[in-house]
Structures are given as C-alpha cells and as structure tokens.
C-alpha cells in the first residue's frame, strides 16, 4: 500500500466524520451565534472594564468558530447541491441519520454491493469538492 493511498483513506476518514457531524455543527453555529448576540448586548449595556474585556476574549473566540462552523456548514451544503438524488437520499440516511447499510438498503430498495458502490464513487467526488476541510 503507498503512502498516497493511506492518505487518501485517512482523507476519506475525515470527510466522514465532517458529515456525520453536519447537525452538530449547524447546532453549534446557533449557539455560538447566541453567545456572539449575548456579548454585544452586555457590552452596550455596561461600563466595567473587566466585562469588556472578558467579553472581548470569548467574543473572538466565538466568532472563529461561527466562521468555522459556517465555513463546514455552507461547504456541505454547496457539495450537497452537485450531488444527483440518489446520492444526495445516501448522504442524508448515512451520514445524517447515521443509518447502516442494511437499513439504507430497505429505505431506499437497493442491495448493498449497489450502495458500497455508490459510496465509493460518492466519496471520491466529496474528497474533490470538499478539499479544503481537511
């Protein structure tokens, strides 16, 4: 096995994880974007200095994140769009609803050799458009 397909499966690895994490991430995005909401109204509701600059700390913290968040968010969504229906139903039962293979094959009425298949050849077109994750 050479070092580019260990990469390559390492590659794969980490685009699973991104998806499976898709609902995780909109959640945090949310909460950080009420954390970034609660930080500006203290600070135009008071003077203290330490509040200020506590606030000033975490804020910028926050806000990475959201970037952060809303980069891996935005980028799925964009990947999800170039994706055909069947595809695009994979996607949401695996990695979304976190669905086997088994239960993917009943919802959707194809054998699994049909769906491995259709996995690889999905992961090989997100390992393009969702490059700059990982």
């Known amino acids: 096995m050479t ?6 499966k390492e590659d794969i690895k980490v685009i699973e994880s991104i998806l499976r ?14 954390q970034l909401h609660n930080f500006s109204t203290i600070k135009r509701e008071t003077d203290n200095p330490f509040i200020h600059e506590s606030d000033n700390k975490h804020s910028k913290i926050a806000y990475s ?3 952060n968040y809303s980069l891996i968010i935005d980028s799925i969504d964009i990947a999800a769009q170039h994706l ?3 595809e695009s139903n994979f996607v949401h039962y695996r990695y979304f609803e976190n669905k086997t293979m088994k239960e993917i094959s009943i919802e959707m009425g194809y054998g699994e050799k049909h769906l491995f298949n259709l996995r690889k050849r999905l992961l090989e077109k997100l390992l393009i458009s969702l490059r700059g994750l990982y």
């Open 3 to 8: 070092v580019e397909t260990l990469t390559r």
């Open 21 to 34: 994490k898709y609902k995780t991430y909109q959640a945090g995005k949310e909460n950080l974007k009420n």
């Open 65 to 67: 994140d959201f970037k």
């Open 84 to 86: 055909d229906g069947l």
